[in-house]
């Protein structure tokens, strides 16, 4: 029984990208670099930049997650990936999940979030999954 259940989960999964990549980012270095790794195109290409801001002034740390998501789609869509921020000794160092709804197809959206890194050298981003569905 335990079996079965686990092998609808799986299947019932359905498109969801499960693996650990590299955040993009707005560099044309990273894009040709994630071109030259083979990565996938499709829904997971529409994450065209992933990265981290740091906003930080006058000794308060003030770092941000920041994105931009392009539809290119024909339907209108919702966004949904796992993220994880780790170190230059491989620690994770903070993680989470973000959310993007109602996309028009060929449109553009763009997204910032807090974080509560305390700074941003060394810190490598990686997308641990991510989903695009039909939004109603």
Do not use: C, H
């Not at 491989?90 to 959310?99: H, K, M, N, P």
Request: aromatic share 6%.
């Amino acid at each position: 029984m335990v079996v079965i259940v686990i092998a609808v989960l799986v299947i019932a999964s359905g498109d969801k990208d499960e693996s650990t990549t590299s955040a993009p980012s707005a560099t044309p270095t990273a894009k040709t670099r994630q071109k030259q790794t083979g990565e996938p195109a499709g829904e997971r290409a529409d994450l065209v930049s992933f990265q981290l801001d740091d906003r930080s002034q006058a000794g308060i740390t003030d770092i941000w997650l920041v994105w931009t998501i392009k539809n290119s789609s024909s339907e209108k869509s919702d966004y949904a990936w796992d993220w994880e921020a780790v170190d230059a000794d491989g620690t994770r160092v903070e993680d989470g999940s973000q959310l993007e709804t109602n996309v028009q197809p060929g449109q553009t959206a763009r997204g910032e979030y807090p974080t509560t890194l305390k700074s941003a050298k060394g810190i490598k981003l990686n997308v641990t999954s991510f989903d695009r569905s039909v939004s109603y």
